[in-house]
């Protein structure tokens, strides 16, 4: 059949379709296989498949004005891709195309709610080709980052994107309609989805892992029992491999044992000098836990991190990270954070992550700093906000820049905060004027956690301000949320790496819990969560907790607390220099913005 339908078509063209007794849909598959054919790869740079039974892949590309998507879906009816605020339908900016008769179709439109998305005022979506193949719809299109169409079409920035998509094995019955609604699509049922993407994500640099000069290391748990309670820190500590001269270390890789996707939640790796306390190889213990060594405690400075989603990191050409020589570290304690939410019993774990390292050192040694607020039940979030800024800052870094001699490149960042957590970002500020981010993303997911590279990188110079804010939204807790390591509790940090390498390690500011506590009227409590009332008089049965918990809470009230802790003292914390820890100290004032011209959009 298949010969046969391309020379009836040559035939009689379009006449065909009517005249001829084999059945329509043959005859369209022999003008599929057709364009198939045509179709170019279309050297796209990105890819990922959104539907976990892998019936719709997506691959993209990107310049710094548009996107090109090419949307690979296991319908022959119309496929859906949006670009949501939050993972559901309303308020997304959506894209319906389908092919039909061997002709391809797109419409540009938007979600109001859980029905059909109307059609755009202004059709911004460029189609550039597209194509059935019996089994498959392919659609390849282009659109703008920044659109002139505020309205309707979304921003695509470098934050975490809600991408959703959907299909349906119809094509629209009425294709041609171009009324206020479009065509017509059928409901797609469960055919439907939405998955986290940085799409503007830069790929990383390119490493031939085969090369001979590259080795493997493989840093894993062995066969840990994971205990049967929601959020467990399990500390382990390994031997780094004995050098005979440095190297460095230029990839790191999740090995994540199978089915256990979801229970390994992060890892950090400390360093751990020998001499410290002896690496103690016999599968670990809970961290924290009275049973854990009290030495480990001395691996304080992050090597390298991994939180769930990421794929792993590459440093960039010019960088690694020094392994063999005697600044360097001989052995790591790695920190897993497992989170098992349905407190799964008799669950035995091996993952870990993958080094790999090189003597072909390159020419900078990468530093970690990791900034923010300390996680400490001292940073109070209230219940019931729709939006909680927290900031931290970083005081101690000047010292070590003036020693240095020269600024600091960053090179990446990690954003990190919580299941509360809907934004983190870090300003560059240089003379109380907003430089640039040193990482940022406002649509947050906890469930998405990569190393991002910073590309330009961000040189951060002495006298410079690092403002780390993160943004909570709370609409869904009636209790306050307190700092702390379990997924329930929250953090404001920010992994970032920089070279040349400088001692400091952490750099947070600490909440003061009384600094907070006269917002509501409280002026003398322990330091101790849950901070007990020592004055005034009639509330000393009570803990400062109960008090925020008994609160009042609205979103003004919640924004009043939040200027209450911006325009309090806060306490420095550094490490490894612990020297001025604790001293109280005022914040600086928010940053003035230069002017951008976002109110003109260039190209529109
Ligand atoms: C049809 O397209 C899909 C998606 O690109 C592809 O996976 C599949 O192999 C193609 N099938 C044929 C018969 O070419
Ligand atoms: C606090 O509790 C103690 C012991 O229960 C009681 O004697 C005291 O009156 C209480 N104080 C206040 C202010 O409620």
């Known amino acids: 059949m298949r010969g046969v339908c391309p020379l009836l078509l040559l035939l009689c063209g379009s006449t065909c379709l009517l005249a001829s007794a084999i059945p329509k849909e043959e005859i369209l598959g022999a003008v599929r296989d057709f364009q198939h054919s045509s179709h170019d790869a279309g050297d796209f740079t990105h890819q990922a498949s959104l539907d976990v039974l892998g019936r719709f892949n997506l691959l993209w590309k990107f310049d710094s004005e548009t996107i090109t998507f090419e949307a690979h879906a ?63 719809t392919v659609l390849r ?71 001979s000069s590259i080795l493997t290391l493989e840093l894993t748990s062995a066969n840990v029992l994971v205990p049967a309670k929601e959020t467990t820190y399990w500390c382990n500590t390994l031997r780094l491999p004995t050098l005979d001269r440095k190297h460095h270390l230029v990839k790191i890789e999740p090995i994540i044992q199978p089915g256990h996707e979801s229970l390994v939640h992060h890892m950090v790796v400390y360093q751990c000098k020998l001499g410290q ?42 960088v690694g990270f020094s392994l063999g020589t005697d600044d360097d570290p001989d052995y790591v304690m790695m920190e897993m954070h497992y989170d098992n939410p349905k407190r799964i019993s008799g669950e035995r774990d091996s993952s870990g992550l993958r080094f790999y390292y090189t003597p072909n ?44 001699g020269q600024p600091i490149h960053v090179f990446a960042s990690m954003p990190h905060a919580h299941l ?70 929250e953090m404001c940090i920010n992994f970032i790496q920089y070279y040349p390498r400088i001692k400091l390690s952490t750099c947070y500011t600490a909440l003061d819990i009384n600094q907070q506590a006269t917002f509501f009227g409280i002026y003398y409590a322990g330091w101790e969560y849950p901070f007990p009332i020592y004055y005034p008089a009639n509330l000393v049965n009570q803990t400062v907790i109960d ?58």
């Open 361 to 404: 050192v390159r020419q900078y040694d990468a530093g970690v700093l990791d900034i923010g607020v300390s996680s400490h039940p001292a940073h109070v979030i209230p219940p019931g906000a729709e939006s909680f800024d927290t900031t931290g800052f970083c005081f101690g870094l000047d010292p070590y820049l003036q020693e240095l």
């Open 141 to 211: 299109f282009r659109r703008r980052l920044r659109p002139c169409d505020t309205a309707e079409d979304r921003e695509i920035t470098e934050d975490t994107q809600r991408v959703i998509w959907s299909f349906n094995d119809h094509d629209p019955v009425d294709h041609g309609n171009v009324g206020q609604n479009g065509p017509h699509v059928l409901y797609h049922g469960r055919n439907r989805g939405t998955k986290s993407i940085i799409l503007l994500q830069k790929n990383p640099p390119s490493l031939d892992v085969q090369d």
């Open 547 to 604: 008090v925020i918990n008994q609160h009042p809470w609205t979103n003004e009230e919640a924004e009043r607390f939040e200027q209450h802790v911006r325009n309090g003292q806060v306490m420095s914390y550094n490490l490894p220099d612990e020297a001025n820890d604790y001293q109280l100290i005022d914040q600086p004032a928010d940053p003035t913005v230069p002017d951008d011209n976002s109110v003109s959009i260039p190209g529109c």
């Open 420 to 489: 509360a957590g809907t934004a983190v970002r870090t300003k560059l500020v240089r003379n109380g004027v907003l430089q640039s981010y040193v990482g940022r993303d406002e649509t947050y997911d906890f469930d998405l956690q990569e190393i991002r590279l910073l590309d330009p990188e961000v040189v951060v110079k002495e006298g410079d301000q690092l403002i780390t804010e993160c943004t909570y939204k709370t609409t869904d807790r009636t209790q306050v949320t307190v700092g702390g390591l379990s997924s329930r509790e």
């Open 277 to 318: 306390v002896p690496p103690m190889l016999d599968g670990g213990h809970e961290c924290q836990h009275p049973n854990m060594p009290e030495e480990w405690n001395n691996c304080k400075s992050i090597m390298t991190a991994w939180a769930i989603g990421g794929k792993g990191f590459t440093y960039p050409d010019h």
């Open 74 to 136: 296991q319908t022959t009816g119309y496929i859906g891709l949006g670009l949501s605020p939050n993972g559901g339908m309303e308020g997304s900016d959506v894209i319906i195309g389908w092919v039909k008769d061997g002709q391809a179709f797109i419409t540009d439109r938007f979600a109001e709610g859980y029905f059909e998305p109307r059609l755009d005022a202004h059709q911004d979506v460029e189609l550039l080709s597209g194509y059935e193949n019996g089994t498959h």
